[in-house]
């Protein structure tokens, strides 16, 4: 089955406490990216990635890191997390091939919450 | 910068009536595609339709329509004969593929409730 996989789907951590949030997909995508939802202000791109290795800063993307050493897997790292990083964090991943349509397919999202 | 704008944060209709729900969007781009985007309450994303912008024929899906008004930057999503599965928060999304962004921009949303 087609799909992008996020783990944890929640987590409550405490302040400082560094952790990752893994994304996974399975269908050879080169576009992977990053989003928080939060109340009011819609989805906003925290990093995107065009390929592996390549990977830029979305709209928010201060305190947080990512990776892209394989395809398939584009990890969110926050190295310090805080509490105004409580968020709904969703992955998703997209084709960039010629006649795609850049359909995003997202993850089923991650629920954190910082103490 | 890219900007979408959704005016209205909350809407409801009635079972089997019509709604229309507007974004409108700023950009310098000419190749871009457009989306709408429902997340009922188990908080998936769901593509609802999309639009390429070099296309002049509105997109249709079932129910789901779209009005895409390209010079005024317009791209509202009407849902037919709307059913209370409909019920869930709707985004709206641009995304400048190749330009000078690469990102995917939404909308702070409009919340349906479709009543019974």
């Known amino acids: 089955e087609a799909q992008v996989t996020q783990n944890p789907r929640y987590l409550i951590t405490v302040t400082g406490k560094k952790l990752t949030v893994t994304c996974s997909q399975n269908m050879n995508h080169e576009y992977m990216s990053w989003y928080r939802q939060d109340p009011g202000l819609g989805l906003r791109q925290i990093y995107y990635?065009?390929?592996?290795?390549?990977?830029d800063k979305g709209d928010v993307p201060e305190g947080y890191k990512v990776s892209r050493k394989e395809k398939r897997n584009f990890p969110l790292i926050l190295e310090s997390p805080s509490p105004n990083q409580t968020s709904l964090y969703f992955c998703?991943?997209?084709?960039?091939?010629?006649?795609?349509?850049?359909?995003?397919?997202f993850g089923p999202g991650t629920r954190l919450t910082v103490l | 910068a890219q900007t979408v704008t959704q005016s209205q944060p909350e809407m409801s209709v009635q079972e089997a009536e019509t709604v229309t729900l507007s974004c409108t969007y700023d950009?310098?781009?000419?190749?871009?595609?457009l989306f709408w985007y429902k997340q009922p309450p188990s908080r998936q994303m769901i593509l609802v339709i999309r639009q390429e912008a070099y296309k002049q024929q509105n997109a249709t899906e079932n129910r789901f329509s779209v009005n895409f008004q390209k010079a005024a930057k317009s791209f509202s999503l009407k849902i037919s004969d709307s059913q209370l599965g409909d019920t869930a928060m709707y985004f709206c999304?641009?995304?400048?593929?190749?330009?000078?962004?690469?990102?995917?921009?939404f909308g702070t949303g409009t919340l349906l409730a479709v009543q019974p």
């Open positions: 998703a991943s997209s084709p960039l091939w010629a006649g795609t349509t850049a359909e995003q397919f």
């Open positions: 950009t310098s781009e000419s190749n871009y595609y």
């Open positions: 999304a641009f995304f400048a593929f190749g330009g000078a962004t690469n990102k995917l921009i």
């Open positions: 990635s065009m390929n592996v290795e390549v990977t």
